[in-house]
Every structure is written in structure tokens, then in C-alpha cells.
């Protein structure tokens, strides 16, 4: 199985701060990956599919970069909405598996 | 706009089967792939398995033993069953647009319980 490591694991941030998110996938799964935003009792949301590219209706201070092992989420000018837990997502190889996840707190 | 719905019991008893029902509205299943995941209660995200509309399917290894994944194309539904359950499957059971891409659109997840 391909693992999936996220860090942090959780983070503060302040509104207009520039957050980073990062993915290490235990072998390459070249650009089969995924970003997700889930807040608490929603099911999660597309944000950044096929690590680079902006799911429609998804704000533009959200993007997404990295291929191979390592990705990064960067969320620009970070807004109130933007807490939660987000979540990465290989798809390159069975099973699909997502990173344990990391919990963002809007301070 | 693309909807999902999960349909089934909150509550199964251990050793039964589990069957949800996933809807899909304001979209065709056809030439798409739909996912099942799970989400135990404070944890992270478990994919479960996913199938094309014509019924070719993808299992976790971990549960393939015990899932079950089938499609309606006639009523735009596909189906989850797993058998054998205990304690350690109760979570939120989540469909979802997608399958070796990512998932698009998700339904609003189903509680399942598995006490007796």
C-alpha cells in the first residue's frame, strides 16, 4: 500500500495568513493526487485534483503543486471559511489511500 | 448539479450484513466510476471501493473478502454490501463521483452503528 503522510498534523492560523500543507507519498504516485476539505459533520470537498489543477467553483487562493512523493496545498490569504481538516488522496494505486489529515484552526 | 444520497440502516447487529443504497440525481450513472468510503468516528478517511457503470469493480484488499459493490444503471443507483460486520466498522459511509480520479462530488454520509 501506498502511505500517505501529511504534516502538520493541525495548525493555527490567522485570517490573511498564507498556510502550507504538505503530502509525501511512500513511492511515486505521479500526479495522481488529491486534495479535500472536510469540515465537521460535512462530507469532504474537492479542492485541488490531480495535484495542480483547480476544481471548478473552488476559490483561487487554494492551489496546489508537487509530483511524484512530495505535493503541496498552499492557501493563499486565508479566509474564516477556510478551517477544517483537509485531506490528501493518491489514486495512482490500489488501494487508494488519503493522508491521516490536518486540521487547520482560524485563530 | 450533481447529487448524491446514501440510504440504508443507522444500526446493524454484529455479524449481520450491511447494504446501503447510494442515489445519484441530476446526472446519468452511466460512463462514470463511484466510489464508496468510510469515516470512523474522530478518524480519518478509509476508501472502501469503487466501480465503473458497466459493474467492473475495485476492492480495498483490506475488506475485499467482505464487500460487495453492484449498480442500477435503470435506477441510477449503486449499492454497498458488507457482511460480517462488528464494532470497529461502525463510521459515516460516504458514495462518491470517482474511482481512479478524484472524487468530485460526495453524498452527505450515512451513519451506520454496528451494536447489538
Known amino acids: 500500500d501506498i502511505q500517505m503522510t501529511q504534516s502538520p498534523s493541525s495548525l493555527s492560523a490567522s485570517v490573511g495568513d498564507r498556510v502550507t500543507i504538505t503530502c509525501r507519498a511512500s513511492?511515486?504516485?505521479?500526479?495522481?493526487l488529491h486534495w479535500y476539505q472536510q469540515t465537521p459533520g460535512k462530507a469532504p470537498k474537492l479542492l485541488i485534483f490531480?495535484?495542480?489543477s483547480l476544481q471548478g467553483g473552488v476559490p483561487p487562493r487554494f492551489s496546489g503543486s508537487g509530483s511524484g512523493t512530495d505535493f503541496t496545498l498552499t492557501i493563499n490569504s486565508l479566509q474564516p471559511e477556510d478551517f477544517g481538516t483537509y485531506y490528501c488522496q493518491q489514486t495512482h494505486s490500489i488501494p487508494l489511500t488519503f493522508g491521516q489529515g490536518t486540521r487547520l484552526e482560524i485563530q | 448539479q450533481v447529487q448524491l444520497q446514501e440510504s440504508g440502516p443507522g444500526l446493524v447487529k454484529p455479524s449481520e450484513t450491511l447494504s446501503l443504497t447510494c442515489t445519484v440525481s441530476g446526472g446519468s450513472i452511466n460512463s462514470q466510476y463511484w466510489s464508496w468510503m468510510r469515516q470512523a468516528p474522530g478518524k480519518g478517511l478509509e476508501w472502501i471501493g469503487y466501480i465503473y457503470y458497466s459493474g467492473s469493480t475495485n476492492y480495498n484488499p483490506s475488506l475485499k473478502s467482505r464487500v460487495t459493490l453492484s449498480v442500477d444503471t435503470a435506477k441510477n443507483q449503486f449499492f454497498l454490501k458488507m457482511n460480517a460486520m462488528t464494532a470497529a466498522d461502525t463510521a459515516v459511509y460516504f458514495c462518491?463521483?470517482?474511482?481512479?480520479?478524484?472524487?468530485?462530488?460526495w453524498g452527505q454520509g450515512a451513519l451506520v452503528t454496528v451494536a447489538s
Open positions: 490531480a495535484a495542480s
Open positions: 513511492q511515486s504516485v505521479i500526479d495522481y
Open positions: 462518491a463521483r470517482g474511482g481512479y480520479s478524484a472524487s468530485d462530488y
